[in-house]
Nanobody, 122 residues
Framework: QVQLVESGGGSVQSGGSMRLSCVAS?????MGWFRQTPGKEREGVAD???????RYADSVKGRFTVSWTSRRKSIDLQMESLKSEDTGIYYCAGATESWDSATLAAGDYKYWGQGIQVTVSS
């Protein structure tokens, strides 16, 4: 069974930076990050496919960067200028197919990590 393991979460003050990492036990054509807060649906943050193309939620464009650290196996999410609304549980996800649409969607992903807490205090 393929596993995805997140690391790097924790607490930071507003305006600060944080890096999340995700390592998969198998290989994926696409990997990404989603987040969830109480009472809200899981939302896409950023993802990247095997061609290196990345997609971002409008709320994080210009602040977050997703990248392969080992293509098709591990990714990082570098988060800058963090805001309190970035607080949530961040989930790493993996897909066995690539995508070419412009819209980041949880439905593209079948495999999920356990999640890691990110807390941004104002």
């Amino acid at each position: 069974q393929v596993q995805l393991v997140e690391s790097g979460g924790g607490s930071v003050q507003s305006g600060g930076s944080m890096r999340l990492s995700c390592v998969a036990s198998g290989y994926f054509y696409s990997m990404g990050w989603f987040r969830q807060t109480p009472g809200k649906e899981r939302e896409g943050v950023a993802d990247i496919n095997d061609t290196g193309r990345a997609r971002y939620a409008d709320s994080v464009k210009g602040r977050f960067t997703v990248s392969w650290t080992s293509r098709r196996k591990s990714i990082d999410l570098q988060m800058e200028s963090l805001k309190s609304e970035d607080t949530g549980i961040y989930y790493c996800a993996g897909a066995t197919e690539s995508w070419d649409s412009a819209t980041l969607a949880a439905g593209d992903y079948k495999y999920w990590g356990q999640g890691i807490q990110v807390t941004v205090s104002s």
